[in-house]
Nanobody
């Protein structure tokens, strides 16, 4: 069935970098906008970044200048490059296709020394 699978989350020190991946199966991402969200326990899910089918991007103020969203349609994968990570970036990160109402299972990012 159609699905999204995230990977790349791990424990990283403050100031470090990570690249998250969101791989799509059974559909082509080239025609769809995709989102990265994050959530921590007790807080509402936050839209972190968005990339449209024509590669227009949007970022939350909290990550602007540090995170970069991109897509490789040939690999059917979206990415989130996260630099200068802060402890407050700790969360479960999930990708989403709003058009297909499709979510991945999430990948945990923990920023801690």
């Amino acid at each position: 069935q159609v699905r999204l699978v995230e990977s790349g989350g791990e424990l990283v020190q403050p100031g470090g970098s990570l690249r998250l991946s969101c791989a799509a199966s059974k559909f082509s991402i080239k025609d769809y906008g995709l989102n990265w969200y994050r959530q921590t326990p007790g807080k509402e899910r936050e839209l972190v970044a968005r990339i449209t089918a024509i590669n227009t991007t949007y970022y939350a103020d909290s990550v602007k200048g540090r995170f970069t969203v991109s897509r490789d349609n040939a690999k059917n994968t979206m990415y989130l490059q996260m630099n200068s990570l802060k402890p407050e970036d700790t969360a479960m990160y999930s990708c989403n296709s709003p058009t297909l109402n499709l979510w991945g299972q999430g990948t945990q990012v923990t920023v801690s020394s």
